[in-house]
C-alpha cells in the first residue's frame, strides 16, 4: 500500500459492545420492579452489540424486501421476500419475548422488563421492531373478542419465530399485523371508505383499499372496515383455515424514506375474509387500546435511536485527534456530547416510567391508567420529536465521516422521524393530550402527583410546575387550546422529564437538564449547555463500560 493511503486518525470499529451497559437503563430495571429481567437485558444487549448482529443489521438494511405479485405461471402470490439477516433478527427478536412476553407471563415488571429489552435490541436495527412492535399491541386488542383471543393469543405469545405461508392455527408461532390508514383518511379513521359485509356464518367479507399496512408478511392483522354499525375492528388471516391465500392483494411496496429493511404496503381487499374483534361500530374503541401499545414504542424506538447515536457521537470523538487534542477532550464538543446525553438519558428514563405505568396499569391502579393516558401522548409527541434533532446532531459529531452510509448514521437519521409520525404525527399527538385533559381529569391529578414527587429538590423544576400549571389554566377556549397544544404537550413531557432526573439520576445530568430545558438557560441547539455546567460526570456516566 503506498504511503498515501497510509490509515490514520480514524475511529476503530465499533463493535463487541453491550447496548445494556446503560447505567439509566438499568436503575430504572432495578427501581420499578424489573430487576428480575436484567440477566436477560444484559445478554440481549451484548448480542445486540456483537459483530455477528451489527453485520445482520447493515445486510437487512442493505437488502431490502421485494415484492413478488405472481408466480412464473401468472398465478396470484402476493408475497414479500426478505434477506435471511431480516429473518435472524426477527427470530431474535421473538425468542427473546420482545413481542408479547408479557401476555403470557403475568409477572411484575414484565412490560418494564420487554421494554428494556425492546430498547436495547432496537439500537442494532429498529426496523424489525415494528411487525414485533404491533404484535405486542395485537393481543390486548384481540381479547376484545374472547373466543379469538383463546384461540390466537397462545400463538401469539409463543416464543417461536415461524415464517412462511400457512394457515396461522397451524403454526407454531405468529406475527401481527395492522392494516388501517387509507389515502383519503390518514389518521382520520372514521373517514375509511373500506366496508365489510357479513358473510351469514359468522364472518365478513371486506373490500377496499388500504394506503399504509404495516409489516404485509404478517400471519393475521387487525383491519378497520366500515359496517352497517359503523367503523369496525376485525381479525384477518392471510392464509385461510383451508389453506387458500385470503383476498388480499399486494399492490405495491412504500419506497420510503427509512425503515427501509421493513416492508409497508397498499393493499386491495376483494372480499377478504375476516371475523369481528369488540363491538360493532366501536372499532376506534377497540384498536384504540392497540395504538397505546404501540406509542409507547414509539417512544422507547426513540429513546433507542437516541442512546446508539450517542454511543456512536462518543466513540468517534474519543478516537478522532483535531487541533492537537482528542475531540472528546475539547470544550465545545464535550459540551454538544454532554448535551446529547441529557436528552437521551431524560428520553430513557420517560420510557422506562411509562412501561412501568403500564405494569401498574395491569395490576389495576387507576392513578397510574391516567397517568399513562396522558402522559403517553405527550411523551409521544415530545420524545419523537426530539429524535430527529438528536440524530441529526450525533451525526455531525462524526462530520464527513457520519455522512457516509457505512457509519450506519444515515440509517439512524433516516429512521427518526418515522417514530414521530407513526401512530400519529406531531399535530395528531398534541390533539390527543387535549383530548386526554378534557375527558379524563384524573390524569392531570395523576401526572401532578408523579411531578410533585420531586418538589423543592429544584426551583428551576418548582417554577417549570408553576408555570405549566397556568398554562394549563388558559386550555378553556376550544380555539385557543389547539394554537396551544403543542406548547402543552411539550411543557407537559419536559416537566415530568425533569421531575424524573432530580429523583433518580446524577446531580450533573439533573441539573443540566433543569438549567437549559426548564430554566431558559440554553440556545435549544445541542451543545448550549450553560456555561459552568459539570460536563465531565455526564459524559463519563454516558460513556460507562460496565454498569454496575
Known amino acids: 500500500m503506498s504511503a498515501t493511503h497510509e490509515v490514520l486518525n480514524q475511529a476503530p470499529p465499533l463493535t463487541g459492545f453491550s447496548t445494556a451497559d446503560d447505567p439509566a437503563l438499568l436503575e430504572a430495571l432495578r427501581r420499578d420492579g424489573g430487576g428480575w429481567g436484567e440477566a436477560e437485558v444484559r445478554e440481549l444487549g451484548a448480542r445486540a452489540g456483537s459483530q455477528e448482529t451489527q453485520e445482520q443489521s447493515r445486510l437487512a438494511e442493505a437488502n431490502p424486501p421485494v415484492l413478488r405479485t405472481h408466480d412464473r405461471f401468472g398465478h396470484r402470490v402476493d408475497e414479500v ?82 415464517y412462511g405461508l400457512r394457515p396461522p392455527l397451524g403454526k407454531r408461532g405468529l406475527i401481527a399485523g ?31 383499499h388500504k394506503w399504509f399496512t404495516s409489516a404485509p408478511m404478517s400471519d393475521v392483522f387487525l383491519v378497520l372496515a366500515q359496517t352497517q354499525e359503523g367503523l369496525t375492528c ?105 448535551d446529547l446525553a ?64 457505512e457509519s450506519g448514521m444515515p440509517r439512524l437519521y433516516r429512521e427518526a422521524p418515522l417514530l414521530s409520525i407513526w401512530e400519529g404525527s406531531g399535530n395528531v399527538a398534541a390533539l390527543d393530550v387535549l383530548r386526554a385533559l378534557a375527558k379524563e381529569p384524573a390524569g392531570l391529578d395523576a401526572y401532578f402527583a408523579e411531578v410533585d414527587a420531586a418538589a423543592g429538590a429544584d426551583a428551576r423544576l418548582d417554577a417549570a410546575a408553576a408555570r405549566l400549571r397556568e398554562l394549563l389554566g388558559a386550555l378553556s377556549d376550544p380555539h385557543r387550546a389547539q394554537l396551544l397544544a403543542r406548547r402543552v404537550a411539550e411543557q407537559l413531557t419536559l416537566v415530568l422529564q425533569g421531575s424524573l432526573l432530580v429523583r433518580h439520576s446524577t446531580p450533573a445530568v439533573a441539573d443540566a437538564f433543569c438549567a437549559s430545558r426548564l430554566g431558559g438557560e440554553w440556545g435549544h441547539a445541542f451543545g448550549t449547555l450553560p456555561t459552568g455546567t459539570d460536563l465531565g460526570p455526564i459524559i463519563d456516566r454516558a460513556v460507562a463500560k460496565d454498569s454496575l
Open 234 to 338: 376485525f381479525l384477518m388471516p392471510r392464509v385461510l383455515p383451508d389453506g387458500t391465500r385470503n383476498a388480499m392483494r399486494l399492490q405495491r411496496l412504500k419506497d420510503k424514506l427509512g425503515n427501509r429493511s421493513n416492508a409497508s404496503a397498499e393493499i386491495e381487499y376483494e372480499r377478504a375474509v375476516a371475523w369481528p374483534v369488540g363491538e360493532p361500530g366501536r372499532g376506534v374503541r377497540t384498536i384504540v387500546e392497540m395504538v397505546n401499545m404501540t406509542r409507547l414504542d414509539c417512544v422507547i424506538g426513540s429513546a433507542a435511536g437516541m442512546r446508539a447515536g450517542l454511543r456512536q457521537a462518543l466513540h468517534h470523538t474519543a478516537h478522532r485527534r483535531a487541533f492537537g487534542a482528542e475531540l472528546i477532550d475539547q470544550p465545545l464538543m464535550r459540551n454538544v456530547l454532554a
Open 178 to 208: 395492522m392494516s388501517m390508514t387509507e389515502k383519503q383518511g390518514g389518521s382520520d379513521v372514521r373517514a375509511n371508505t373500506t366496508t365489510a359485509v357479513p358473510a351469514g356464518d359468522g364472518s365478513y367479507v371486506i373490500t377496499g
Open 81 to 162: 421476500e426478505f434477506h435471511p439477516a431480516w429473518h435472524q433478527l426477527m427470530a431474535a427478536a421473538v425468542e427473546s419475548g420482545q413481542h408479547a412476553a408479557p401476555w403470557a407471563e403475568a409477572r411484575p415488571g414484565a412490560h418494564l422488563v420487554r421494554a428494556a429489552k425492546f430498547y436495547v435490541w432496537a439500537q442494532a436495527e429498529p426496523g424489525h421492531g415494528c411487525p414485533i412492535s404491533m404484535t405486542y399491541a395485537a393481543v390486548p386488542a384481540l381479547r376484545a373478542q374472547p373466543e379469538l383471543a383463546a384461540l390466537y393469543e397462545p400463538l401469539l405469545a409463543s416464543r417461536a419465530y415461524d
Open 342 to 405: 441529557v436528552e437521551s438519558e431524560a428520553a430513557t428514563l420517560l420510557a422506562m416510567r411509562l412501561a412501568a405505568a403500564l405494569d401498574a396499569s395491569e395490576a389495576g391502579d387507576a392513578s397510574e391508567v391516567a397517568l399513562r393516558r396522558l402522559a403517553l401522548a405527550a411523551g409521544k409527541y415530545w420524545v419523537c420529536k426530539r429524535g430527529s434533532a438528536h440524530a441529526a446532531e450525533a451525526l455531525e459529531c462524526l462530520g464527513g465521516n457520519g455522512y457516509v452510509e
